[in-house]
C-alpha cells in the first residue's frame, strides 16, 4: 500500500456537497497535478465532519490541521504554503468567537474537542465508498467475532448487559428484543434497518450512511447472526441519494469480499441485504409501518401485541433497529459491556448523536455521552446564541409537554404555559428551536401582536 506524508480529507457530505466541495476536490486535484505531488499527497473524499455550517471543510492529516469555508480559489495558496512550504495558512482556520484567534488542529475547537465518538467514529476519516478504509480501522472485525467465536447467546449478553437502547427515539433496550426474537422458533426471520428519518431538521441517519455505510451492514449481521436472521432490508428514504448509493456500493464491496451474503467468512451464515426506498412518509419512521410498506401496503401502524418479535415483516420474527443503534453494535462487541458502560448515565448508557441547529453559532452533527448537561452542548460545543442574544428554553422533541430553562430544569405548568402560548408553534412536538424564541422576542422588540394560541394543557 503506497504511503503519503499528507492525506487530504476532504468532506463530501450532502451539507458540503451542496457548498461546491467537489470543485474545491477538483481544484486540489488540479493544483496537486501542476507542482507534481501526486505520489507524495493523497485527496480522499470523506463523508459528513459535522461541522456543518462551516463547509466545505478539509482536515490535513497526519496532523490534523483544519480548514473551512474552503473556495476554489483559496486551493493554490494552500497548496503553495501549507503542503510545499509547511506553513499553515491561518485564513482558512477556525478562529475562536471573542479572541479571533486561529486554531490550527481540529482537535483543539470546542466543537470537536468536547464530543466522545463511537457510532461517529470514523466521520472524517476513511473514504466511505472504499472498504478497505473501513477495513483498516477495524472494520468487520466484531463480525468476525460474533461468527467465529460468539454463540448467539453469547452475542445477545453482551448487548443487554451494554445497556444500549434504541436510538430511534423510543429508547427499549436493544438486546432484550434481540433475545425474544431469538427465542421464537420460525423458518425465516428478518433484520430490519430503519433509515427513514422524518423528524424537520434532523440528519444523524443520513450522516452515518454517508459516512460510515459499512458500519451499518456490519451492525445488521452481528443481529442477524444472533436472532437467526437470514434476510435484511435497510429501509431509507428516496430523499437520500447519497445515503443510498454508498449503501449499495458498500453492500457490493461486502459481497464481492466475502463478508455478505453465503457463508460469510466460512461460518455457516448466511446474510443478504437489500435496500428499500420510502416515499417519505412521516408515519413509516413507526416500525410496524415501516414493515406494512416494505411488503408493499400503505403505511399505516397495527396494534401491538403482537410485537414484532413475534409477528412482524410478513407475519415473521423481524428485529428493527435505528441507524445509529446499528452503528453502535461492533464496538460494543469489540470492547465489552463495562467499555460502553463507563459512559452515559445507569440507565442510558453510552452516547447520543445529536443534531444543533437553529439560531446557534456553531451548527452540525456531534456526539456526546448520554447525560451531558444541556447548558455544555448549548455553550460550549454549540457556541451560545448567534448574535449574543439570550438562551429562553427549549424544547426536547420526544418530551411533547417539556419545557427546559436556562440552567437545564423543567419548566413550571405556569411559565411553560407562558411561553407556549407566546409561541403557539413550540406545541406541535417538532423541535421547537432556538429560532422560535428569537422571533417572538424580536417581534415583541418591535411592538408587534402575536397570535393567541389555545392552553397547552388540560
Not at 138 to 167: C, F, N
Not at 169 to 186: D, M, N, Q, R, Y
Not at 234 to 263: F, S
Not at 411 to 438: E, F, K, W
Request: aromatic fraction near 6%.
Amino acid at each position: 500500500m503506497q504511503k503519503f506524508r499528507a492525506n487530504l480529507m476532504v468532506c463530501a457530505g450532502t451539507g458540503c456537497v451542496a457548498c461546491n466541495a467537489l470543485k474545491v476536490k477538483k481544484s486540489l486535484s488540479d493544483e496537486i497535478g501542476k507542482r507534481r505531488l501526486q505520489d507524495e499527497v493523497q485527496i480522499v473524499l470523506t463523508g459528513c465532519n459535522g461541522f456543518c455550517a462551516n463547509g466545505p471543510i478539509m482536515s490535513v492529516q497526519p496532523d490534523g490541521i483544519f480548514y473551512q469555508k474552503l473556495k476554489p480559489e483559496d486551493i493554490p495558496i494552500i497548496v503553495e504554503e501549507h503542503l510545499l512550504k509547511g506553513r499553515p495558512v491561518e485564513k482558512f482556520m477556525f478562529r475562536e468567537p471573542e479572541s479571533k484567534t486561529a486554531v490550527p488542529k481540529m482537535n483543539d475547537i470546542p466543537f470537536f474537542k468536547l464530543q466522545v465518538l463511537r457510532a461517529l467514529r470514523n466521520k472524517g476519516m476513511i473514504d466511505p465508498e472504499n472498504i478497505e478504509d473501513y477495513i483498516s480501522r477495524d472494520g468487520y472485525q466484531a463480525a468476525a467475532k460474533a461468527l467465529l467465536e460468539l454463540t448467539p447467546e453469547e452475542t445477545i449478553k453482551i448487548v443487554k448487559d451494554s445497556g444500549i437502547r434504541g436510538r430511534g427515539g423510543a429508547g427499549f433496550p436493544t438486546g432484550l428484543k434481540w433475545e425474544f426474537c431469538s427465542k421464537v422458533i420460525s423458518s425465516s426471520k428478518y433484520i430490519l434497518c430503519n433509515g427513514d428519518e422524518g423528524d424537520p431538521g434532523a440528519f444523524m441517519d443520513r450522516s452515518i450512511m454517508e459516512a460510515d455505510p459499512h458500519v451499518v451492514l456490519e451492525g445488521m449481521i452481528i443481529a442477524g447472526k444472533a436472532i437467526g436472521a437470514t434476510k435484511g432490508y435497510i429501509y431509507v428514504r428516496a430523499e437520500y441519494p447519497l445515503a443510498v448509493k454508498r449503501l449499495q456500493l458498500a453492500i457490493d464491496q461486502a459481497k464481492e469480499t466475502g463478508l455478505l451474503g453465503e457463508n460469510i467468512l466460512d461460518s455457516g451464515f448466511s446474510l443478504d441485504i437489500e435496500i428499500y426506498l420510502g416515499a417519505g412518509a412521516f408515519v413509516c419512521g413507526e416500525e410496524t409501518a415501516l414493515m406494512r410498506s416494505l411488503e408493499g401496503k400503505r403505511g399505516m401502524p397495527r396494534p401491538r401485541p403482537p410485537f414484532p418479535a413475534v409477528k412482524g415483516l410478513w407475519d415473521k420474527p423481524t428485529v428493527l433497529n435505528n441507524v445509529e443503534t446499528f452503528a453502535n453494535i461492533p464496538q460494543i462487541i469489540l470492547n465489552g459491556a463495562e467499555w460502553f458502560r463507563q459512559l452515559g448515565t445507569e440507565k442510558s448508557t453510552g452516547t447520543k448523536v445529536f443534531v444543533l441547529t437553529g439560531a446557534m453559532n456553531n451548527i452540525g452533527l456531534i456526539e456526546v455521552p448520554m447525560g451531558i448537561p444541556l447548558k455544555t452542548i448549548m455553550y460550549d460545543i454549540g457556541g451560545g446564541i448567534s448574535k449574543g442574544r439570550k438562551f429562553k428554553a427549549v424544547q426536547g422533541r420526544h418530551g411533547r409537554h417539556k419545557l427546559y430553562g436556562e440552567r437545564g430544569e423543567i419548566l413550571s405548568r405556569v411559565h411553560r404555559g407562558r411561553i407556549l402560548r407566546q409561541m403557539p408553534s413550540l406545541q406541535s412536538g417538532d423541535a421547537g428551536d432556538v429560532r422560535q424564541i428569537d422571533r417572538y422576542n424580536r417581534g415583541k422588540r418591535k411592538g408587534k401582536r402575536h397570535r393567541a394560541s389555545p392552553r397547552p394543557f388540560a
